[in-house]
């Protein structure tokens, strides 16, 4: 810990020597809206940079370079003299039209950022079309690092995994404001749809510190569609062959130069009984789902502001077919979760003519949640009332290859939670402050580093320090490393819901303490050239070692019991990805990953239930030149994962390890310019876990489960939707001189 410190001071304190100049300078659209993540360079040079999200950018002319370049996706590049302009890019969308006929650029689906001191992988709206999407738990269906798992065979949860660790330990953020945590982590990734999202960002490890304490294996961060570059209308309607019906509709309006609002609609309808695999209990839950997001948004020369609201409304029923036709005859066994939700945002940054560099930000966000229902013959109830404040302050130091940001932030969560007349009950009170240094492309290396100290009203002090290192080896090689501190106060019930839907007693055997959990990692990133083609390889390896962490142990025969460890617990976990594009609009993309994940049970260390130790994605994308059709093909290959040692012997299949298995999706997409036709297949082969209940016939018994689950309880679904999308058109002067 010393050796970290006295490196960030070493960092913060660094001048440079030399007498280079910086240049600083700004990134805008057509219409004068600032452009984040644009690239700008120097012709022929590697060194480069990107806006940060306000537009801006700096870099240092090292050998005195007079063309400055700055291109975006989907965007012309644009070049200016240095020596006669003024460092100001106005980048046009590339749209070219003729005859009208028009052509646009292709955007890539997915990307891992060369410049991000941080290991962060984009995923873009092409993405999620891939695979229908309906919402933010589907949008990773064909990404490496996300795993997506059903929790239980009743309530419909799904959970993720990242690094090997259940996503709770994952910071999910709303454009950097906090959004699916707390109560809202079990059910919270079907509450986006997949046409609200812009794109996501995927950032292994610990964080910036920016954006707060809860990332210990890593930050998802979710871009909704943003109304000065959103199309004006988005419409969408998804059905299945059991009966579930989605539809969405996004309506942006621009009002003059600056101002701009949007409107995010989404309905989902699910009331199918069904029970394919006669167990009693549905396949699926019944779901009733409406949702909304109406924000402003405005850009000045000076000041942007951004505001607006979100709501939602969701009615969960699962558990035995009985129940929903009131049959007597047979045991009446159910789950229930109604939940009421609310959000307000407000976003407001200022920026500093001639000093593009500078600049201040303020970050407020405030949700209502309120969970209730049961489980069985236990009622449950939550309501948790969040507020969010934070206030970056950012400048430099000397020149822009020391940039510092600095702010203050302010967490106020209170929870009220209850199950089996168990209540949990409690106010939370976290006022912060952080301190982010940037050494910035010296000699091909980017440093970051930073530390955050909050002050938790019932836990006291709790530092987070964290640092980035990225290190252009050659052209195209970039190796980095990455460590930090990271922690989060656990919710027992919430986040362990799908756990409930069982027999067994609940026992907890410690109070209530902050998990906590330092994050390594390493990574090697080459971009190179295949059939004059970019390829890349991306190879990493990260571990997460528990200081403390709140454990839900099932090895008893008849209970759950919640303990802090009293032993070592950690994660290993390896990733391998290739992903190509042999000719123009074919990509292909393969990965692997290995994950050891270990923990003390009772004091003695084994591996974790339920996570694979083996997975391996392949995804396959071609669109046609000119017939308008895509093909998307995706298979996952799951490797064996421990049972836990005490299961009913009757149900032999349960014991030891679990099988390896296949899933395989596919989806067809026919453009017809404004409208988008749309059918596919999940999990073709039809492949479920053979029993995915314990004692389906008697659920009050003493040996009912219905967590155990390590595969698929739905077989192959068929769907079909359609899209329709209505542009913001640029208005293009016609040639005078064109005939």
């Not at 092409?126 to 738990?137: P, Q």
């Not at 008893?556 to 190509?580: C, H, R, W």
């Amino acid at each position: 810990m010393k050796r970290f410190y006295f490196l960030v001071f070493i960092l913060v304190f660094y001048q440079s020597a030399t007498s280079q100049v910086t240049i600083t300078g700004m990134v805008y659209d057509e219409l004068n809206n600032p452009v984040p993540g644009a690239l700008v360079y120097f012709p022929g040079k590697t060194v480069g940079t990107a806006t940060d999200s306000l537009g801006h950018f700096s870099l240092v002319n090292v050998d005195n370079n007079k063309l400055l370049i700055a291109e975006m996706a989907e965007h012309l590049p644009d070049t200016i003299d240095l020596e006669k302009e003024q460092p100001i890019f106005r980048l046009k969308e590339k749209i070219i039209q003729l005859e009208g006929t028009t052509f646009t650029v292709d955007k890539n689906s997915s990307s891992i950022s060369q410049l991000n001191p941080q290991l962060i992988e984009t995923l873009t709206e092409r993405e999620f079309i891939k695979a229908a999407c309906c919402n933010l738990s589907e949008s990773f269906s064909t990404n490496a690092t996300v795993d997506v798992n059903y929790s239980d065979a009743i309530t419909g949860a799904k959970s993720i995994q990242m690094l090997g660790l259940d996503g709770r330990y994952v910071q999910l953020t709303t454009e950097l404001l906090p959004s699916i945590r707390g109560l809202a982590s079990p059910f919270g990734l079907n509450y986006i749809p997949g046409t609200w999202m812009e794109s996501l960002q995927i950032s292994k490890g610990a964080g910036s510190v920016i954006n707060g304490y809860e990332a210990v294996t890593g930050q998802i961060n979710l871009e909704l569609r943003k109304p000065h570059n959103a199309d004006r209308l988005l419409l969408n309607v998804y059905v299945n062959h059991m009966g579930r019906v989605e539809a969405n509709a996004n309506i942006a309006f621009r009002i003059g130069k600056r101002w701009s609002n949007i409107t995010l609609l989404h309905g989902d309808y699910f009331n199918t009984v069904a029970d394919h695999n006669s167990d009693g209990f549905l396949d699926m839950p019944l779901l009733k789902t409406g949702s909304f997001v109406h924000r402003w948004q405005y850009f000045g020369k000076r000041i942007e502001t951004q505001f607006g609201v979100k709501g939602l409304m969701e009615f969960r029923n699962g558990g035995t077919t009985a129940f929903y036709r009131n049959d007597s005859l047979a045991p009446q066994y159910g789950v229930q979760m109604n939940t009421l939700r609310g959000e307000g945002f407000w976003k407001f940054g200022i920026v500093f003519p001639g000093m593009e560099w500078k600049s201040i930000g303020i970050q407020t966000n405030f949700i209502y949640h309120d969970q209730r229902g049961f489980i069985g013959l236990n009622g449950y109830q939550g309501i948790q009332k969040n507020g969010f404040f934070n206030f970056i302050y950012q400048s430099i130091f000397g020149n822009t290859k020391h940039k510092f940001r600095a702010g203050a932030s302010f967490m106020y969560d209170e929870y009220d939670e209850t199950y089996a007349n168990i209540n949990l009950k409690r106010l939370e009170l976290v006022p912060g402050g952080f301190f982010e240094y940037t050494l910035d492309n010296l000699r091909g290396v980017t440093v970051v580093t930073g530390v955050r100290l909050d002050y938790h009203n019932l836990f006291g002090f709790m530092p987070s320090p964290r640092a980035h290192l990225k290190w252009e080896i050659t052209k195209g090689l970039m190796f980095r490393v990455a460590g930090g501190r990271g922690w989060r106060v656990p919710n027992l019930f919430a986040d362990n819901i799908s756990m409930l839907v069982t027999s067994r007693s609940i026992q907890i055997n410690s109070s209530i303490q902050p998990e906590i959990a330092w994050n390594y990692g390493a990574s090697l990133q080459y971009v190179f050239k295949i059939n004059k083609r970019d390829a890349t390889l991306v190879a990493d390896f990260f571990r997460t070692d528990f200081t403390n962490q709140l454990l839900v142990d099932r090895e008893a025969e008849d209970k759950l019991v919640f303990y802090n460890i009293t032993g070592p617990s950690f994660s290993n976990v390896f990733q391998f990805n290739f992903n190509m594009e042999p000719v123009k609009k074919f990509e292909i993309r393969l990965a692997y990953k290995f994950q050891d994940v270990r923990a003390s049970y009772d004091g003695v260390l084994k591996t974790v239930p339920l996570v694979p130790m083996h997975r391996m994605l392949m995804n396959l994308s071609y669109t046609t030149p000119k017939l308008g059709f895509t093909f998307d093909f995706t298979t996952h290959l799951t490797g064996n994962s421990r049972m836990p040692d005490v299961t009913d012997p009757n149900f032999v299949h349960y014991h030891g390890a679990t099988p390896w298995y296949v899933t395989l999706n596919a989806q067809i997409t026919k453009d017809f310019k404004i409208l988008d036709v749309y059918f596919g297949c999940e999990n073709i082969t039809g492949y479920t876990q053979h029993t995915p209940l314990v004692d389906a016939g008697n659920p009050f018994g003493n040996k009912f489960d219905a967590t155990l689950i390590y595969a698929p309880i739905f077989g192959r679904m068929f769907y079909a939707g359609i899209r329709l999308k209505l542009e913001y058109k640029p208005k293009i002067k016609k040639n005078e001189n064109s005939n």
